[in-house]
Nanobody, 119 residues
Framework: QVQVVESGGGLVQAGGSLRLSCAAS????????MDWFRQAPGKEREFVAG????????YYADSVKDRCTISRDNAKNTVDLQMNSLKREDTAVYYC????????????WGQGTQVTVSS
């Protein structure tokens, strides 16, 4: 099994930056990919960014691709999401998820970390 825990959320003014971190534990050697999702109030959960655990290939939603950078540290078993030029519409609970296969459902979800962007 794999477990993931997010950290780094908080309150930031529009235009500011935040760095979220996701720490994985357990069978980390089995991880294929780790992704970030977010869910705003009244909206469905949406994909934000993802990274291949071994090759490092990255994936981004169009809404964030020019403002966010996802990175991994295999030695520390962490995946970070650097978010810049934050907008009010980035306000959401951000979740980290791990998948052991290249497809299919996610094997682990974190509890989420709140990001609030004020005007």
């Amino acid at each position: 099994q794999v477990q993931v825990v997010e950290s780094g959320g908080g309150l930031v003014q529009a235009g500011g930056s935040l760095r979220l971190s996701c720490a994985a534990s357990g069978r980390t050697f089995s991880i294929n990919r780790m992704d970030w999702f977010r869910q705003a109030p009244g909206k469905e959960r949406e994909f934000v960014a993802g990274i291949s655990w071994t090759g490092g290939r990255t994936y981004y939603a169009d809404s964030v691709k020019d403002r966010c950078t996802i990175s991994r540290d295999n030695a520390k078993n962490t995946v970070d999401l650097q978010m810049n030029s934050l907008k009010r519409e980035d306000t959401a609970v951000y979740y980290c998820a791990a998948r052991l296969k290249d497809w299919g459902p996610y094997d682990a979800w974190g509890q989420g970390t709140q990001v609030t962007v004020s005007s």
